[in-house]
């Protein structure tokens, strides 16, 4: 009896010897997360101090998606023999100076994908794989500080598809305003004088004309989220079936290293383009929302 009470009072203090040393490693370990709290608080405040200096700014974050498939003799579908897949690419960059009296953005956002469906019982169709998503945007603005948070500017930006039809339609935009700053990392341009040329072969259609510029381009990371949204609008003074407008929203989460996961996608209106489409007159085209979204890979150079 006495030698089962002593090994309970040595179990029952092993025990208590194991959960304050639990508690122990938990009150050290809580320590050491506030000291690399702070630590890291001042390593922001560093940062952010770096990034309020004059000069260049650069960077760039980009999506890839796919997949790919194979089916043999999988007769629940019409096409039992076939093999497809789809593949997504996404990059934005950019570059900017920042002095102290003026400034020079430049900004790239470049949305390809390709899919195929190649049904190997049918000899007449394609194996290749063929473009879907085709996007190219190219800007540059320059402004000059005339108070804390307003420019006068000018701005060039570009717009068409490099995979099919390159520059037909090719838009250039050209004009000068005002640029406002509100907040850090949001950049709205309003351009009262902007000319809109337009590069295309069906001249029935597309025209080039005067008008407004407006862009709104918010881009900002925040631990390991990035995340960039662009707004550009065209509003002719000729005709509103000449207007035209794009949104952009890419979105980036880092999950090791340099590699996380990614979500884009983009939304237009430009009846120009769906008349040359539906390969009727400027008048009649039933000018739906354009829309397109990709999900995939991320990586953040």
Do not use: C
């Amino acid at each position: 009896m006495k030698k089962i009470l002593v090994a309970g009072a040595f179990l029952i203090g092993m025990i208590s010897m194991h959960a304050q040393t639990k508690e122990e490693l938990h009150t050290q370990k809580a320590e050491k997360q506030a000291e690399a709290d702070a630590l890291q608080g001042e390593a922001n405040a560093l940062q952010a101090q770096i990034d309020a200096l004059p000069g260049w700014r650069k960077g760039a974050f980009g999506t890839i998606g796919g997949s790919l498939s194979e089916f043999s003799n999988w007769y629940s579908q019409d096409a039992s023999d076939n093999s497809s897949g789809s593949i997504g690419i996404t990059v934005n960059a950019f570059a900017n100076l920042i002095e102290d009296d003026f400034f020079w953005r430049n900004n790239l956002n470049v949305n390809l994908g390709w899919v195929k469906l190649d049904d190997k019982n049918d000899p007449t169709d394609s194996e290749d794989f063929n473009a879907t998503t085709d996007v190219f945007n190219i800007s540059s603005l320059y402004g000059r500080n005339i108070a804390k948070n307003l420019a006068v500017s000018g701005l060039a930006e570009y717009r068409t598809t490099i995979l099919d039809n390159f520059n037909d339609p090719g838009y250039l935009d050209v004009g000068v305003g005002l640029t406002w700053t509100p907040i850090e990392n949001l950049i709205v341009v309003a351009h009262p004088l902007n000319y809109n040329f337009v590069f295309a072969k069906n001249d029935a259609v597309f025209e080039s004309s005067l008008g407004a510029k407006i862009v709104a381009d918010y881009t900002r990371q925040i631990g390991a989220i990035s995340f960039k949204s662009n707004f550009s609008t065209f509003q002719s003074y000729k005709d509103g079936d000449l207007s035209n407008f794009t949104w952009i929203n890419s979105f980036g989460y880092n999950l090791w290293k340099m590699i996380g996961v990614g979500f884009d996608f983009g939304l237009r209106s430009n009846k120009q383009e769906a008349a040359n489409a539906q390969n009727v007159l400027l008048p009649a085209a039933d000018n739906k929302l354009q829309s397109y979204w990709l999900v995939g890979l991320n990586y953040k150079i």
